[in-house]
């Protein structure tokens, strides 16, 4: 069955510091990828997406995410945090056989000043 | 673009009353998914429509929900009666094919 697993609920990143968060996923083929961050109260936001090509893609807000195949992992990375990056951030499948998408958990960030 | 609009924001209601949730999707986009978020459950999907049409609704939790998109540019979520344990997060979600949605603020609905 597809999956998609955030395994860290809560991160805890200083100010300044660099981020990854983990996201694995269990899927047949290669299927699309994509990252969302949502601000407390507010709705999810698209930060970037893979579809194929460069497995290193970059969003907005200064956010990237690496696609390894060998590993199904669909980190995202950014080289140094701000406290507005506190947000929860989900990480989501979309199967090419159909258009839902299949949502992993979400990681809490929070930034220690 | 105005992006994904959803009325009302917030709505507090009273158990057994009837709860209407609306949508207006990013003008051209063909897809439109209703979620439903909570703590305990996250983030779930409830119904989705292709060009108006019904494509998947079994998420939908009970025969007390039902959605309608009645055009390109409307869509409402229903909920008759409701309950307690209802109370969510209601988002309205909008795409053009492949995949890339784009989510309205929600609607934080609560039930008393």
């Known amino acids: 069955a597809q999956s998609v697993t955030q395994p860290d609920i809560h991160i805890t990143v200083s100010e300044g510091a660099s981020l990854e968060l983990r996201c694995n996923y269990s899927y047949g083929a290669t299927p699309y990828l994509f990252w969302y961050v949502q601000s407390p109260g507010q709705g999810l936001q698209l930060l970037l997406k893979y579809f194929s090509g460069d497995t290193l893609v970059q969003g907005i807000k200064g956010f990237e995410a690496e696609f390894k195949r060998s590993q199904s992992s669909f980190n995202l990375r950014k080289p140094s945090v701000h406290w507005s990056d506190a947000a929860e951030y989900f990480c989501?499948?979309?199967?090419?056989?159909?258009?839902?998408?299949?949502w992993g958990a979400g990681t809490k960030l929070i930034i220690k000043p | 673009d105005a992006g994904v609009i959803q009325s009302p924001r917030h709505e507090v209601t009273e158990m057994g009353q009837e709860v209407t949730l609306r949508c207006k999707p990013i003008s051209g986009h063909d897809y439109l998914f209703w979620y439903r978020q909570t703590m305990m459950r996250g983030l779930e999907l409830l119904i989705y429509?292709?060009?108006?049409?019904?494509?998947?609704d079994s998420g939908m939790p009970e025969d007390r929900f039902s959605a309608k998109m009645p055009n390109a540019s409307f869509s409402t979520l229903k909920i008759q009666p409701s309950e307690p344990r209802d109370s969510a997060v209601y988002f309205c979600?909008?795409?053009?094919?492949?995949?890339?949605?784009?989510f309205g603020p929600g609607t934080r609905l609560t039930v008393t």
């Open positions: 989501a499948v979309g199967a090419r056989s159909n258009y839902q998408l299949i």
């Open positions: 429509f292709n060009n108006n049409v019904p494509i998947d």
């Open positions: 979600a909008s795409s053009l094919q492949y995949y890339e949605q784009y």
